[in-house]
């Protein structure tokens, strides 16, 4: 074998391991000082610059008109087949808002004007009704305590009836409560004119001192806390708002992992018990895991790379590599012991009991300590070039993700590929000399043979699985090559129909199923109905807060006549399934069309003006609309100044505030919201709308993100071929090998992409992470098989038994490898969080599709290779 460099550094180590052991346990606590020394801290996913209109608009909206500061949630009351328009329902929801005032933990967060609902409109009507009533009338706004003795009142006089004070409230023309519309607290499928409702909505408006950059925590406790309150009085109601969502993930990723981890240990631990059949080389590799994760801790340290929700992938995919590493070592051990390396056994070491060539040359008992070294550098000599490929391939395939304009993506690119090298030096450099010296001790101090089989070598199942894959390739290369050629086309025709949306929904929490109510009671997970009542909300009143609306901002002509009637043709008649709409049958559009009407209503000033410049009878001003607007700063200059902007007097553009359905993904909103801002432009050719806003965004960057990680990925797959022709050119005069190892790895991916459109798993920035990070795993399995072939093929004359050495050797290693990494992967399918569930589905679907297309395909391409070289020889 050409591998004198790799031979000398396997001499090395094992010859002189204590050294060895020292220095990595120095370098050890060097690099885990980080843990302790440096600061990590917390952050989010971030963002990153993307010129488009869209973000050109975005950046205008934000420049020229009031952010909004409330931190904004929803309470939802509802009584499918009921009503909650009772008079006992809206006087619950006045008292629950009366007892969160009263709290301090959830009353010292709310802003103005703290709760808005219907019942505030039906309990200020009231208020209103009984005042007059009793010869007091009055126009201020009542408190919440006087709103409920007004609805206790209403049978003191005659005249009044809880129905009347319902249909007065429910009325949009009434205008009784001033800027307050009832359409906007009730669901799409209520009946106007009706007074039943099978649900309401109630807005909590909250601010947090927490500072600009921070998270606000005790916003969001108190938002849990109101939950509690909500669950206590109603028998179906909700909160839903950023401190609910965060508190059930939270409690979900923990109930999760309470319930995976012994699933995913027990796996583990039968894996590597029916592979290693050796409790000491299972704890060593248990150690070396524990070594690579303290070096993960400390370069997180040392670097200051802060915590963010994509790291959480990091620790797992060095413990599958930790695993792949400490395995292919430990079993080219095993061979080496057993003679199937160039080297002869010694008596003590053959594992079936056979003579070994130190006994029959001599008649001094055979030295452990020398054949353990011997045996440690021979495997580790064979399997060390492999293990290098294994990890530069690897480590450039998420190294490259350092490109990337997102912070987030950097940092786990950065920390990956650290931890990826860590694990190399930890399984490579300490693990061998570890062994050896463990090994030495035992066989010398307490006489027992460390002499074991190496997993899918001997006789057995696995064996005759390995050898029948072997034949396979050997008698039908070309059937089994046509057949995953098919399976790839079907795959890459699979890849042009996934979905590629990114829904905020799929990241809620989900309940579990009912097979989890038999866990004993510490494991027993909680109740989930956030991702239900998130459709919910969704589906019947959209959701609020400034970053969950969409936007369309209006410039050039904005005061040109047609343009309001543009806007109030949109909102009569809308588009698209994500866009909201009213009980009324409009869009749940805000913008100068509804806030000139709203203005007008409780001003005369106001509707005297628009009504003399209303040609068409639709309640807005068709001609001289600028002297309108300039009333209308001078009336109510706040709502004027949230849907138009003016520079030096004179109005610069306009924004429509669009309620959008937010279980729909941010692609689909984006195009509603686009299809509004077309037909404006349709209707009125001399302005500009552009389609902008939180959600609108948001679809703008995770499709950049995609491509920019396609990109990488694409890049990766290159630099990974190129290395490997370089590799295999130089170690063996073959350069067309580098090609023939990596095509099972674009096969994988191919029936991957395949397989996740079959399951209905979006191929978005999300998954695009978990899919490199699971190809990364397959293109280690490949190299190994690759130059595990090419080394045998070195030793031997026969292709037949070069094959068959190769995949029963390396195949029970990368069985082994592969069953273990795609149990501990797959087992995060039991989660109750759906990013932790596609986390696992992807990652050990693409794990299994490696290692298939490394045993079966691989071998089939390379038996194709040298008969067609043999052909032109």
């Avoid at 996934?498 to 809620?508: C, G, H, K, S």
């Avoid at 990974?720 to 050119?729: A, D, K, P, R, T």
Wanted: net charge negative; hydrophobic share 45%.
């Amino acid at each position: 074998m050409k591998g004198s460099l790799t031979d000398r550094y396997a001499e090395i180590v094992t010859s002189r391991s204590k050294s060895v052991i020292a220095l990595m346990l120095v370098v050890t606590v060097l690099v885990g000082a980080g843990i302790a020394v440096g600061e990590t801290g917390e952050t989010d996913l971030g963002e990153f610059d993307v010129d488009t209109e869209q973000t050109r608009a975005g950046d205008y909206v934000e420049a020229n008109y009031p952010s909004e500061e409330r931190i904004v949630s929803q309470v939802v009351v509802r009584s499918e087949g009921g009503n909650v328009l009772t008079r006992e329902s809206i006087r619950a929801g006045l008292e629950l808002q009366q007892a969160a005032r009263s709290d301090g933990a959830i009353g010292s967060t709310l802003a103005p004007p703290g709760f808005a609902g219907i019942e505030n409109i039906i309990g200020t009507v009231a208020y209103y009704e009984v005042s007059a009533a009793a010869g007091e009338p009055t126009d201020e706004r009542p408190t919440l305590t006087e709103q409920i003795e007004a609805l206790d009142a209403l049978d003191e006089y005659e005249s009044l009836t809880y129905e009347g004070v319902l249909e007065r409230a429910l009325d949009p023309d009434s205008n009784v409560v001033a800027n307050a519309d009832p359409y906007d607290f009730l669901p799409a499928g209520y009946e106007p004119g009706s007074t039943t409702a099978e649900a309401r909505l109630a807005l909590l408006f909250q601010v947090d001192d927490g500072g600009e950059d921070a998270v606000p925590e005790r916003a969001y406790a108190a938002q849990v806390a109101l939950d509690d309150m909500v669950d206590e009085r109603f028998a179906d109601a909700f909160v839903f708002g950023q401190g609910v969502n965060e508190d059930a993930s939270s409690r979900a990723t923990g109930d999760s992992f309470a319930i995976i981890t012994p699933v995913a240990l027990a796996f583990v631990l039968f894996v590597l018990g029916v592979a290693y059949r050796d409790v000491l080389d299972i704890l060593l590799a248990f150690v070396g895991i524990a070594v690579v994760l303290v070096w993960l801790g400390g370069i997180m340290g040392w670097l200051s790379i802060p915590m963010n929700v994509i790291l959480i992938a990091v620790p797992f995919l060095l413990i599958g590599l930790s695993i792949d590493y400490a395995l292919h070592v430990v079993m080219r051990y095993r061979e080496a012991r057993a003679g199937r390396l160039d080297v002869a056994p010694d008596k003590g070491d053959d594992p079936e009991g056979g003579d070994g060539a130190s006994a029959a040359t001599s008649d001094r008992p055979p030295d452990p300590d020398r054949a353990i070294r011997r045996a440690m550098a021979l495997g580790l000599g064979s399997v060390v070039l492999a293990l290098g490929a294994a990890t530069f391939s690897t480590g450039v395939g998420f190294f490259s993700n350092t490109v990337s304009p997102l912070p987030a993506i950097r940092d786990f690119a950065l920390l990956s590929s650290g931890g990826i090298l860590a694990t190399f030096l930890v399984f490579a450099v300490l693990l061998p000399a570890l062994k050896v010296e463990l090994d030495s001790v035992i066989e010398r101090r307490l006489g027992r043979s460390r002499a074991k089989p190496a997993f899918g070598v001997g006789r057995g199942v696995v064996n005759s699985l390995l050898s029948g894959v072997a034949r396979l390739a050997s008698r039908s290369p070309l059937a089994v090559i046509v057949v995953a050629l098919l399976l790839t086309a079907g795959g890459a025709y699979g890849a042009t129909t996934i979905d590629t949306e990114f829904n905020q929904a799929d990241f809620l929490p989900q309940d579990a199923p009912e097979w989890t109510e038999y866990l004993p009671g510490p494991l027993e997970p909680g109740t989930y109905t956030i991702a239900d009542d998130f459709a919910y909300l969704s589906d019947n009143f959209g959701t609020q807060g400034p970053d969950r609306r969409a936007q369309i901002l209006i410039r050039e002509s904005v005061t040109d006549g047609q343009v309001l009637a543009a806007i109030d043709s949109v909102s009569q008649s809308p588009a698209g399934r994500s866009v909201v709409v009213r009980a009324d049958g409009r869009a749940a559009i805000e913008g100068p069309h509804t806030v000139l009407r709203s203005v007008a209503a409780d001003n005369e000033t106001l509707a005297a003006a628009i009504d003399e410049r209303d040609t068409s009878g639709n309640g807005l001003p068709d001609e001289n609309v600028t002297a309108v607007y300039d009333l209308l700063f001078e009336v109510d200059e706040s709502a004027a100044e949230n849907v138009l902007s003016r520079e030096d007097g004179r109005i610069t553009s306009a924004r429509l505030l669009v309620s959008v359905r937010g279980g729909e993904s941010a692609q689909q909103i984006a195009a509603d919201t686009e299809a509004l801002a077309d037909a404006i432009e349709s209707d009125a050719p001399m302005v500009s709308a552009v389609a902008t806003g939180g959600p609108v965004t948001e679809a703008v960057f995770q499709d950049a993100l995609l491509e920019n990680l396609v990109q990488a990925f694409t890049i990766t797959l290159v630099v990974i071929l190129v290395f490997l022709v370089l590799l295999f050119w130089r170690q063996y005069g073959s350069p067309s090998l580098g090609p023939v190892v990596l095509a099972p790895v674009v096969a994988a991916l191919a029936w991957l992409l395949g397989a996740m459109a079959l399951l209905g798993i979006s191929f978005n920035s999300e998954t695009a992470v978990i899919t490199s990070l699971a190809i990364g795993l397959g293109v280690d399995y490949s190299i190994h098989a690759g130059e595990r072939f090419m080394v045998e093929r070195e030793r031997t004359d026969s292709l037949d038994d070069a094959l068959e050495a190769s995949i029963t050797g390396t195949g029970g290693a990368l069985l082994a490898s592969a069953g273990t990494t795609a149990a501990g992967f797959g087992v995060l399918a039991l989660s109750l969080s759906p990013p932790l569930q596609r986390f696992g589905l992807v990652t050990g679907s693409a794990i299994v599709l490696a290692l298939i297309a490394s045993v079966t395909v691989l071998p089939c391409l390379l038996v194709v290779r040298e008969r067609i070289g043999q052909r032109y020889e």
